[in-house]
């Protein structure tokens, strides 16, 4: 933008060095730059002042003008609170303070006039404002006003070193008074032609709104062009991959899929299963590298659209490999696949942390000479020690779960970069999928095959106890088997096991033995002991499986016919969805029951009934970006996305992210390098918002 953009806050008036090890440390600000983009997250209007006496409990933040009339200490000791009555003449409040006492009683006097913002709450029949924000009365005309309030986010760690909204507010403030100019980061004829304003006029209205008008067009200026860069990079990238890099030529269909598919499959492929190997046949035959994101949900059928690919590619004289992220999914694929191909003369092989010694040397020995075809596996695909022959094609499942150097290493594995295919079970939004995979072409199988029986999906309250244990032991006399699953967070690890434990028990409670067989499995077991309660349940041994979320993704038992979710209000909506999956693999009506206590927020009832409702995975990750914004749902920061979105939003911006991409389409049909001069300002921003030089485009 400008060298005084560049220089670091700690030269900032009241920061320093602390404050600026801490800033950076907890927000991501270094510069005078990283200020100016620190965007608010909401404003409060504060162009009205509300008497006393028109104040209630119930209303969120209001400002008040009177004066303190006098201080007082109130609570013993450590539960000390400062406490200064207000008045405006119309009734009387309290202003609260736990923290910061000696601070306060020096800066604030009585008799003085101030203007006092807050959210008033009742406490001991009296009104109330905890720690609210105090200013004098009278205007400094040197500082910048704003009636519509910005609010910024903070940590506590920020606010306990006095480090607030409004601290921050202050020092963007100070740089928009000390930086004069700004250059401008879009081309000049696309903010003529699409009446974008000034990157001045949108920064300064963006932190300090002169009215709703202008905050709305600053606004839309800076989303545009985050989002127009961002679709930039993507589309440049896909761009230059397709004219630099050339990829293996499948030229024929051969025996292996002719034999496969008349002579093995013994069912109908769905019109979307058949409509998608078209789609890669051509992408494999047309001498560009393919780099395909295959979307279906739990169940659909990608591992039988990923093994015809397979198939193809051996018929061309290659070999193919399938990297799963768990021992528990990757032994899965190798099950289904062998079970395809037995008979076949095709060599299948399974590479995991597991595999014993003596097994991978000859492994290895095969994969070298050629004489295996097929490898399946985990993270240990990426050991050194694994050296391909003639690798043609990589299919990576659930792809969000590796990080982008890790798949790096598999297509350095070979002099040719092989074909790409990308699978997940996780329907991602259209808007997120234009920003995560927007260099990938996308092909989804939107069918489920024929004789499955959509789920059935009940909210139930904990009061629902005892007819929830008569269904199931309907089901189980039916011969059926129950997953019964627990939420395990992060930062409440420790209950969430007590939980499950005590959920284990009354269970086994209710379900004794002998007549019934119920299992545990959770992260804190050992290997051995949870693959042994694991086999009980898949080999129909025990009726019920209780669990953490280990079982979201890979374990494929058609009988298992019942997915119960305890404090299902606790869970994302597509990690409910994706247990959900884990039910209605066979013929037989499955069912999935979400348990929640009656105290549920206005999001979290918004996500069960969103469940109850629908089974289209892809309507469920719209509403779950709505309701969440896009945060972690694909894993960003693990697959290599090179950009933070600092202002606009996936859930609520997809209109300016369509349209921003269409733009970016334009400039590149008219320019596709980039090389005239007037699209140079676009090189420059493009190296400035990408934080990796690496150009993963190649790998998906």
Known sequence: MNRLTDQEIKYLKGVGPKKAELLEKELGIQTFYDLLYFFPYKYID?????????????????????????????????????????????????????????WV??????????????????????????????????????????????QYSTTEKLRNNFVTSKTIHRLIGQVLAQVNTFEETLPADLIIKLRLGGLADALRNVHYPENADKLRKATYRLKFEELFYIQLNILAQKSKRQVVVKGIVFSKVGQNLNNFYNTRLGFELTEA??????????????????????????????TLVALMAML???????????????????????VTISRF?????????????????????????????????????THALLEDTVQFNNLGLVIIDEQHRFGVAQRARLWKKTEQLPHVLVMTATPIPRTLAMTLYGDLDVSVI?????????VQTIHYYESKRLVLFGFMKKQIALGRQIYVVYPLIKESEKLDYVALEEGYEAVTRAFPPPEYTVVCVHGQMK????????????????????????????????????????????????QLHQLRGRVGRGADQSYCILMSSYKLSHEARKRLSTLVETNDGFEIAETDLKLRGPGDIEGTQQSGIPFDLKIANLGQDGQILQFAREKALELLADDPLLEKPE???CTLQMARLVKSTEDWSVIS
């Open 341 to 377: 191909l037995d008979g076949m003369g095709i060599s299948v092989l399974l590479l995991t942390g597991s595999t014993k010694k003596s097994e991978r040397e000859i492994l290895h020995e095969q994969l070298r000479s050629g004489e295996l075809h097929i490898l399946i596996g």
């Open 273 to 302: 299963q058949k409509r998608v190997i078209r789609e890669i046949r051509k992408d494999m035959g047309s001498g560009k590298q393919m780099n395909r994101l295959l979307q279906g949900d739990v169940g659909s059928g990608k």
């Open 312 to 334: 193809i590619a051996l018929d061309n004289g290659y070999q193919a490999c399938l990297m799963a992220p768990t021992e528990l999914l990757a032994n899965q694929h190798f």
């Open 679 to 681: 699209n140079g300002i």
């Open 105 to 150: 009683t020096r800066n604030y006097q009585p008799g003085r006039e101030y203007i006092v913002f807050g959210r008033p709450a009742v406490y001991n029949n009296r009104l109330s404002f905890a720690h609210p924000e105090i200013e004098i009365e009278e205007k400094d005309d040197n500082r910048l006003y704003t009636s519509l309030q910005p």
């Open 446 to 454: 939107d069918e489920l095959p024929p004789g499955r029986k959509p």
């Open 527 to 574: 290997p051995e002991d949870k693959e042994s309660a694991m086999q009980l349940f898949i080999k129909g041994k025990a009726q019920i499986m209780v669990a953490t979320t280990v079982i979201e993704v890979g374990v494929d038992i058609p009988n298992a016919s019942v997915m119960i979710i305890e404090n299902a209000e606790r869970f994302g909506l597509s």
């Open 46 to 102: 504060r162009s009205r002042i509300y008497s006393i006496k028109e104040i209630d409990s119930t209303q969120t933040f209001i400002q008040l003008k009177g004066k303190i009339t006098h201080f007082r200490m109130e609570g013993q000791r450590y539960k000390q609170r400062l406490v200064a009555v207000f008045t405006d003449g119309t009734g009387t409040v309290e202003l609260v303070w736990f923290q910061g006492l000696q």
